[in-house]
């Protein structure tokens, strides 16, 4: 990309971009007749070689594909209402000017099978026969959630984020509850299905689809696999109007990758609750999503998680994916400062057919984690504030608010942090000192007696530290973050040291006077001092 490109031009590409990750969706939803039909018939020639003789076992079997057929044509149908209602409704709310791209390409068979996870996703958030898989899962979230929150008068300022929401049935039933509820979902066959069944149908069992017509293996019977079922269960627009809790509450959605639209700081410490369902194994770096989460909450925030670790990345070769198993996130998540209160594994299925011969059930982590005051150890902190300077400089700009090195030099090295030495326990077999930063270290804030603390990227340090000098109305520099270390290392290998012998004081008393000794010269920066003046100290092996 042109790197003097203007902000318009930059505007129009993404415009571009989005306007054509919309239409390639429309296109599959409207490919399903010819695609789901181009099978259907595959199968059919198949099942035209079979001996004469061997079909007299088997009378009248020929109409199994014309019932399929019809089977397909109700989904098709279906899913062109879908269509028709984004066109209308949707398209042309985010961009009344109309289409600027046109998609030719025909779909992939990865776009298809969205398409046809799509009608499954329809049984299971929006069905009847959906319940008892919803039960499993929404049913103890829900059930939780309102025991935390038992006000309900006080529910509508109660903000709970529901990331990956899907088709929204489990955000919906949150703000049914009275709750300030807003989904979130990256995947626009998610987002504009699940807009049609919110927004555009005004009573229950309104349609009826027949997912499990591509189930051709796993079968008890033919019925089963042609069976219709009943969408939606419960009209949002007719409950709306007679719920109470409902017109109290708040529900909203909002399209977009999570860490992108919620790693933004006015989205730091704005929600009560974060509920997480299916949702977590969707990471590229699971890290990154446990520190949004704890971002995102106000301290003594709820985060309710249940699904399987899955990754759903963790099979491609191109992309990144980080694979923990539970010992170890939950290691992640109290090392971020959460306080894991709950926990347990629960049998769950997703999407599954429930009367299919086989299926798969996946064993997932229920937790529950309360954000605390907690802050994480200080080489975190450290490697954050490190990670605020270089973006600084990145930009062109100095902690001095100085130009800094020119954009074209490339960006700031990497800074490596001094490990602090182990502590090591003391002689007189006291237990060791426990190795948090001092409380002037963050301004004075003792993090074991004050309450609820934001801590900055790069926190506002004080000069305080003996030999150490920080600015006090800018970021700390590296050399700062250096000293700073280092100075901690000694202090805490110093307070290791056995006190020294008490004196004997001397029997008889001698009086003399005293020499004048010359005036210390002041220390001069060496090999063996450090930048704040201080005699380094040997590091242990």
């Known amino acids: 990309m042109n790197q003097h490109a203007s902000e318009d031009e930059l505007i129009d590409l993404d415009q571009r971009e989005e306007q054509l990750a919309f239409l390639r969706i429309e296109a599959a939803f409207r490919y399903y007749r010819e695609y789901a039909l181009k099978i259907m018939n595959f199968k059919r020639r198949h099942y035209e070689k079979v001996l004469p003789k061997h079909k007299t076992l088997l009378p009248g079997y020929e109409t199994h594909f014309e019932n399929m057929r019809r089977c397909i044509d109700t989904n098709a149908t279906f899913l062109d209402y879908i269509c028709d209602y984004s066109t209308q409704r949707m398209f042309y709310m985010y961009w009344p000017e109309g289409p600027v791209v046109s998609v030719s390409e025909k779909p992939t068979a990865a776009d298809m099978d969205k398409v046809l996870t799509t009608l499954r996703q329809f049984v299971r958030d929006w069905s009847a026969e959906g319940q008892p898989e919803r039960d499993q899962c ?7 959630l309102e025991s935390i929150f038992p006000d309900i008068e006080s529910r509508s300022d109660i903000k709970v984020l529901i990331p990956g929401s899907g088709l929204s049935r489990l955000a919906y039933e949150i703000f049914s509850r009275g709750f300030y ?29 027949h997912p499990y017509v591509h189930h051709i293996c796993n079968n008890r019977s033919r019925e089963d696999m042609l069976r219709s079922v009943a969408i939606p269960d419960v009209s949002p627009i007719e409950e709306s109007n007679t719920n109470r809790l409902m017109q109290k509450g708040s529900f909203s959605m909002c399209a977009g990758d999570f860490l992108e639209v919620y790693g933004k700081p006015r989205e730091k410490s704005a929600w009560n609750s974060v509920v997480t369902c299916f949702f977590i194994d ?3 770096n699971i890290f990154q999503y446990v520190e949004t989460i704890f971002s995102l909450l106000v301290v003594g925030g709820v985060w309710l998680n249940i699904g399987p670790l899955l990754y759903h990345f963790a099979d491609q070769p191109n992309e990144l994916s980080i694979e923990l198993a539970w010992t170890d996130l939950r290691k992640i998540i109290e090392g971020f400062g959460f306080d894991i209160i709950e926990e347990q594994t629960i049998e769950c299925t997703y999407t599954a057919n429930p ?13 529950q984690a309360i954000k605390t005051d907690r802050l994480p150890h200080l080489t975190y902190l450290l490697h954050e504030s490190v990670d605020a300077c270089n973006a600084f400089r990145n930009k062109g700009v100095d ?19 001094p490990p602090l030495a182990p502590v090591e326990k003391r002689k007189d077999d006291q237990p060791p000192l426990p190795t948090l930063p001092p409380p002037h270290l963050f301004g004075g804030v003792n993090p074991l007696q004050h309450g609820p603390q934001v801590i900055p990227a790069a926190p506002l340090l004080q000069p305080t530290l003996d030999g150490v000098s920080f600015p006090p109305t800018h970021l700390p520099t590296q050399a700062h973050l250096h000293a700073a270390a280092a100075h901690m290392q000694a202090t805490l290998l110093q307070a290791q040291q056995p006190p020294l012998p008490t004196p004997i004081p001397p029997t008889t008393t001698t009086t003399h006077t005293p020499e004048p000794h010359p005036m210390p010269t002041p220390p001069v920066a060496g090999d063996d001092m450090d930048e704040g003046g201080c005699k380094k100290r040997a590091r242990p092996d």
């Open 282 to 284: 969707t990471a590229h």
């Open 138 to 144: 929404y049913g103890l979230l829900l059930n939780k």
């Open 181 to 209: 509820s807003q989904g979130n979902e990256f995947s626009h066959h998610m987002l504009i299905a699940g807009s049609f069944v919110l927004n555009n149908i005004p009573q229950a069992a309104q349609y009826h689809l």
């Open 399 to 417: 902690m001095e608010g100085k130009a800094a090195v020119p954009p074209s030099m490339g960006p700031a090295p990497p800074t490596q942090i």
């Open 355 to 367: 009367r299919a011969l086989m299926y798969n059930v996946h064993r997932c982590i229920y937790f």
